[in-house]
């Protein structure tokens, strides 16, 4: 029902800062919760961070916490993932998500195979 298209990888160096957006189209529901995972070569796809698009609230991964910032513009339909202090380990194609049907704990406990619709991925690749 929503479709979601990510946008804004690029190629950086350690350190360097990128912002990634993801604009979605059709019926987006105030309740539903917005997700940002990502997958490097050879592994498992991983929770980023999650953003209430009622409330704003927010959480993430241990390992962005303090360098990643997750916001929306409900007006715009647009979630987008701000990513500094970057390392060689954040190298992965990223993909934003939507939960159409979030349970109580979507927000802090999010599991890839609840989101709904997914983007096809943007490039996030950090150089040491």
């Known amino acids: 029902q929503v479709h979601v298209v990510e946008s804004g990888g690029g190629s950086v160096q350690a350190g360097g800062s990128l912002r990634l957006s993801c604009t979605a189209s059709?019926?987006?529901?105030?309740?539903?919760?917005m997700g940002w995972f990502r997958q490097a070569p050879g592994k498992e796809r991983e929770f980023v961070a999650t953003?209430?698009?009622?409330?704003?609230?927010?959480y993430y991964t241990n390992s962005v916490r303090g360098r990643f910032t997750i916001s929306r513009d409900n007006a715009e339909s647009t979630v987008y993932l701000q990513m500094n202090s970057l390392h060689p380990e954040d190298t992965a194609v990223y993909y934003c998500?939507?939960?159409?049907?979030?349970?109580?704990?979507?927000?802090?406990?999010?599991?890839?195979?609840?989101?709904?619709?997914w983007g096809q991925g943007t490039q996030v690749t950090v150089s040491s």
């Open positions: 998500a939507m939960d159409e049907a979030p349970r109580p704990g979507s927000l802090f406990s999010p599991r890839a195979s609840e989101f709904d619709s």
């Open positions: 953003i209430s698009l009622s409330t704003g609230w927010t």
């Open positions: 059709g019926r987006v529901i105030s309740s539903y919760v």
